[in-house]
C-alpha cells in the first residue's frame, strides 16, 4: 500500500478531516461559481455566503439561495475571475489534485468581451496564482434550456481552441430532449474533447442510456438513477462510463435518502468506474474530502473501497 492510502485510510478511522483534507483526491464534477472556498470569498470581498441547511423541496429554493447570496453580486469580469481564483484555492485546501471546471459558453460574451483567450487565461491565471500543483481540465459548459441555434454560435469562437479538455451539458434536465444536442456533441468528439453530460440525476436510468447511446458520452455527471435498472447498470460497466457522483448535493436535493442507501455503493460493487465529488461546494458544504468522510460514516462504503474509488478518479479513464 503506498503512503498516501495508508494516511487516506487512517484520517478516515480516525474521522480526521483535516488529514484527509492532506490525501490527494480529484474533483471532476464541480461548478466553479459556487465551488469557490468560503472563508477565501469573504476575506477578498466581506461576502459572507452560508450553506443551505436542510433538503431543498424545489428547484425554487435553490434560486432563492442563489438569489441572497450572489444576486448580481458576482456579475463582472473581476468578480468572475474571483470566483475561478475562490475555487482554486478550495480545492488546494481539499487537497484536490485534479480539478475539472470551465465556464458556460454564455458568459463569453457576458463577462470575457467575447475574447476567448482572456477567459482561458482566466482560469490559467487562478492556477499559476493559487494551485500550481494542480491539473487544472478545462472544460466547455453549456446549458440544457437554452436553443440549439445560440449555443452553437456561442461555441464558435470554442471550437479552435485546444485548451479545452471536455464538454459538459447541465441545467434542468427535461429542458429539452438530449437528441438535440448530437451534432454538438458530433463536433465535441472530433474535436478530441472528453463528452460528459448530467444525466440521471432527476431523469430515469432509460434517460442514462439514451444519452450515453445519442451524445456517446464518456461520463456521467450523477447517472444515480442507473442503479435503478440492472440492465441499464450493466450498460455503463461494459461501455466502462464513468460516474462522477456527488452524494451531498443527491441528497440535500432530495435525490438519494441518505449516505447509507446512497446509489453509490450499489454502482460500485456493480463494477461501474465511479468518483466522488463535489458539485456546488457553497450550497451543499460538500468539501471533497467531506464526502468521503461521511460516506465512509454512515457504512455505506469501507476504507478500502474509499481509497479505491479515490484512486480511480486520479487515473485516466480506462481505455474503451
Ligand atoms: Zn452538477
Known sequence: MDHESKIFIEALEEKNL????????????NHFSLGGNRSFIKEMTGIDIQP???IMHSMEEMHNWVNQYQGDKFNSLEMRQLMIDATVVQAVRDGVKI???GEDVWALDTYFHSDIHLLIDSFKQSQRKYGNEIELRLQIGLSRHCKISALEKWLEPFWDENDFYSIDLY???DAQPIENFKNIYRKAKSKGL???AHVGE????EDVRNAVEILELD???HGINAQKSKEVVHYLRDHKIRLNITPTSNIILGRAKNYATHPIRDLYHAGIDVTINSDDVLIFDSDVSKEYLRLYESGSLTVEELDEIRINGLKRRLLK
Open 171 to 173: 441545467g434542468i434536465e
Open 219 to 221: 461520463e456521467v455527471q
Open 99 to 101: 480539478l475539472e471546471i
Open 52 to 54: 443551505f441547511k436542510g
Open 18 to 29: 483535516e488529514k484527509l483534507k492532506k490525501v490527494s483526491k480529484a474533483d471532476l464534477h
Open 202 to 205: 432527476w431523469g430515469t436510468a
Open 194 to 196: 472528453i463528452l460528459k
